[in-house]
């Protein structure tokens, strides 16, 4: 996969889910959903299935990091299959607390 730039689209070989680049570091990374490279989101699905150690799924709306936390991708539509980075499954960002208003 090319180097990755905000906002570039993809969508899962495998199943439903799309994403929406919103931070990525340099160089090339393999990004997969469902055990499959994504594919740019105006590319013609490829079908296939799902492999049963990436089918935890995506949420619409949430954000996936890695453990690094330099690379983020929001979910705009979700799946069955889970988000890897190079065969690493991808983590939901935490919200950061507030401060408290006493």
Known sequence: MAA?????????AVCA???M????????????????PLLDVTADAAGGE????????????????????????LCTKPGEGSLALGGTPLVL?????LPSSD
Request: charged share 30%; hydrophobic share 35%; with cysteine.
């Open 17 to 19: 889910t799309q994403v």
């Open 50 to 73: 799902i492999d049963a150690d990436h089918k935890n799924g995506t949420q619409i709306g949430k954000r996936y990091v890695n453990e690094a936390g330099d690379l983020e991708l």
């Open 93 to 97: 960002k935490e919200a950061k607390a």
């Open 21 to 36: 680049v919103i931070a990525a570091p340099e160089g090339d990374l393999e990004l997969s959903c469902g055990g499959s």
């Open 4 to 12: 990755l730039k905000a906002g570039t689209r993809f969508k899962s």
